[in-house]
């Protein structure tokens, strides 16, 4: 299983899940895991791993 998420820094709050058999790339899921964390909020700052720096993700 693959579990990627989106929290609020700080207090670890989630704003999105994603679960997936793995193994996967990150950015089969970023826009899906993307998508949900933006209906609850709007951050200025984004910290994702390598695996999510994509143009593709860039542009979401």
Known sequence: ?????VVICGCLLPLGVVVNRGPRYDT???TELLDKASAKARPKRLFADRGYDAERVHES
């Open 28 to 30: 089969s899921e970023a």
């Open 1 to 5: 299983m693959k579990l990627s998420l």
